[in-house]
């Protein structure tokens, strides 16, 4: 089963007819039992620009529709403000791999670009691991804020 949306269409992942249905997602949560629910409301999966737009009123609904947590793929193509839209509106996981990604791959990059000569691949992971340190910061206080 698969709620809302079409998995095999993601450049179309922004579409308004590449939501979740709170009707399907109640259905599908009282069917399996899930612990909690990514629903499709606006943003895609890998987005690398932050220029995803929120359907905050399908949230609230869903929010209403199903007595579990939400969870919000692909938010590192979410800006701040559609963030905190989205919590309010009753998102509890926020998922930002690829920001994540993003800030350890530049990390090793510029030690690497510091270091040209280095070949010990252990030098690499502190650089990163701070990379995605600052960035785990940025976002929440960001949606802190």
Known sequence: MYVGGKPDSPASAHADWVRTDPTEAADYVARTGVDALAVAVGSSHAMT?????????LIERLREAVPVPLV???SSGVPDTELRAAVRAGMVKI??????????AHGVRHMLERAPALTDP???P????DAVATTVHDILTALAA
């Open 49 to 57: 620009e932050r220029s995803a737009t929120l359907d905050h009123a």
């Open 72 to 74: 919000l793929h692909g």
């Open 95 to 104: 998922n930002v791999g690829t920001a994540l990604n993003i800030a350890f």
């Open 122 to 124: 252990r030098k690499y």
């Open 126 to 129: 502190g650089p990163a691991r």
